[in-house]
């Protein structure tokens, strides 16, 4: 393992915590606490000046810490990613599949978030959204960080359109349009989700853009913005998104086969520019497979 140079971020969510270190060993509940401590004791927790942290810190909702991890030597990805729109506040990007937004596991700097900030020469570029490493399309960051906060609330506020184009399986006893609503809490393992007994917490609107013979292309609008959303309510549907390794039960892991991508492109985005009032239509052209 090799320590990386590119530190991780993190915003910290709203919890019952006195310490920035409980913070993250909760958040984390998957890395032990002896890791997290020992990143702390050897300077690789800071905050977003460089000032490092103490295992005493206090928490604060909201505050950015910065850590640093160890990977192993990564990959270079070769699929690329293209910038459909820039300006002084936002970015636009269309991301392959494959490639993580951000750093995490055993990716930092082959991610979206780094090969951009390579490329363009920009520092500091925070997705304002995430998509799933195996989904492909549209992805939202912001580039300065005094106007980050009315982006982000067009999400919060549910002021931005978003869709979807999955394949699947057709479901033809099913009269579409059609809307799913559900609970969706942590499953086991720790990364996947699944439906259970609640107040419904996720909604997402289902319609059929093109029915073959063996697969559908569907159109996606998710309400509201779960992890896995669209995942799990596929498969809730009976029609899971194809080569989902996942859901509706997890398969053996595998190298990434460039063949055989999850058939999911978050296609569309469409919201009124909180800065300059400006109506954006935005379109991903990652392709999807035929049917």
Known sequence: MTAVGRPSRLFLPRGPWRTVFECLCGHFGAIP???WRARFLAGRVQGADGRRLGLDEPFVHGLEVRYFREVAAEVAFNAAEQVLFRDEHLLVADKPHFLPVMATGRWVEQTLQARLERRLGLGGLIPLHRLDRGTAGLVLLAVNPASRGRYQALFRERRIVKFYEAIAAPLPHIAFPV???????????????????GDENAITRFDVIERGADWWRYRLEPVTGRKHQLRVHMAALGAPIRNDPWYPSLRPETADDPARPLGLVARGLEFVDPISGVKRCFRSLMPLPAL
């Open 33 to 35: 606490a002896d890791h």
């Open 179 to 197: 809307e799913r609503r559900s609970h969706l809490a942590r499953g086991e393992p720790f990364f996947r989700m699944t439906e259970i007994a």
